[in-house]
């Protein structure tokens, strides 16, 4: 059984999670300090490349407690109302790591063409709207184009659960995020009828 929790005890993981993350990677680097000093030119880069993947091996980031809070917070953000919502994509703004991993190791861009196709496309949408503040626009598009091909190559409507998507990102006084502005480009004609004609069989 996976992770469970309210919006709240969930965000207060991503929280420990992160801060977790942030005194590992800070331990690291002092270690690294300690080992190299400052750096000094190209002749040591592959020396500090293998010391560095050494000291990642020796103490793991906790990828899989950022994978189950992820998984548990998108099933969270569907059912929850907006207050909630905005509080889920708050802790994941300031989390970059947990947000990393929620579109890395999650497996909420894939939509798998099986009967629970509408069920997928739905966290897979939410995926990307929990993780949009802080991230990239570039990798966002590049998560959003692949759903929406996915979903039509497997003979999925994509659009109607952006619309969905759309006004679940809008905040708790129904004004836009940078979550529902992004789902809003996907609604307009000229996008829509690119990617209807992109994902055609």
């Known amino acids: 059984m996976g992770l469970t929790g309210s919006p709240a005890q969930l ?3 991503i929280s420990s999670i992160e801060d977790a993350e942030r005194a590992r990677q800070s331990a690291i680097r002092a270690r690294f300090q300690e080992r190299f000093g400052h750096p000094r030119g190209p002749a040591l880069a592959r020396e500090e490349a293998a010391w560095w993947r050494s000291a990642e091996v020796a103490r793991p ?8 809070v992820g998984a548990a917070a998108i099933d969270a953000y569907l059912v929850s109302g907006p207050t909630e919502r905005d509080d889920l994509r708050a802790a994941f703004a300031s989390a970059p790591f947990c947000r990393w991993r929620l579109g890395w190791a999650s497996a909420t861009d894939r939509v798998t063409g099986d009967p629970r196709v509408g069920t997928d496309l739905e966290r897979a ?3 990307v709207t929990l ?4 991230s990239d626009v570039r990798d966002l598009i590049l998560s959003l184009d692949r759903i929406c091909l996915d ?8 659009f109607p659960a952006l619309r969905i998507a759309e006004q679940r990102a809008r905040d708790a006084h129904d004004d ?3 979550a529902s502005r992004l789902l809003a480009g996907y609604l307009a004609p000229d996008r829509q009828a690119a ?3 992109a994902g055609r069989p």
Do not use: C, Y
């Open 125 to 127: 949408l939410a995926g």
């Open 176 to 178: 836009e995020t940078p």
């Open 11 to 13: 965000s207060a993981r």
């Open 61 to 68: 980031a906790d990828k899989p407690g950022a994978d189950a």
């Open 195 to 197: 990617l209807r004609g």
């Open 151 to 158: 979903a039509l190559r497997h003979g999925e409507d994509p």
């Open 131 to 134: 993780r949009t503040d802080g």
